[in-house]
């Protein structure tokens, strides 16, 4: 026996991504126009960012994710 779910339309699903953060602080100031682009083109999704601590310490004031992970 199976089952089936109804899903909600893609439309209506809130959209969550996880970004690896890079290692190196260069990089990762580099990447902070990517990550500004990723959050005005999606607004209304849940972004982490895990990274090292180092670094996550840069993306922490910029308003690119709603959950840093160090």
């Given at each position: 026996?199976?089952?089936?779910?109804?899903?909600?339309?893609?439309?209506?699903?809130r959209?969550?991504?996880?970004?690896?953060a890079?290692?190196?602080?260069?990089?990762?100031?580099?990447?902070?126009?990517?990550?500004?682009?990723?959050?005005?083109?999606?607004?209304?999704a849940?972004?982490?960012?895990?990274?090292?601590?180092?670094?996550?310490?840069?993306?922490?004031?910029?308003?690119?994710?709603?959950?840093?992970?160090?």
């Amino acid at each position: 026996m199976f089952s089936i779910r109804r899903l909600r339309p893609a439309r209506e699903r809130r959209r969550e991504d996880l970004i690896r953060a890079t290692n190196w602080i260069g990089d990762a100031i580099m990447a902070l126009p990517a990550l500004r682009a990723v959050r005005k083109r999606f607004p209304e999704a849940e972004i982490a960012i895990v990274g090292r601590p180092y670094v996550a310490d840069i993306y922490r004031d910029q308003e690119i994710c709603d959950q840093l992970i160090p």
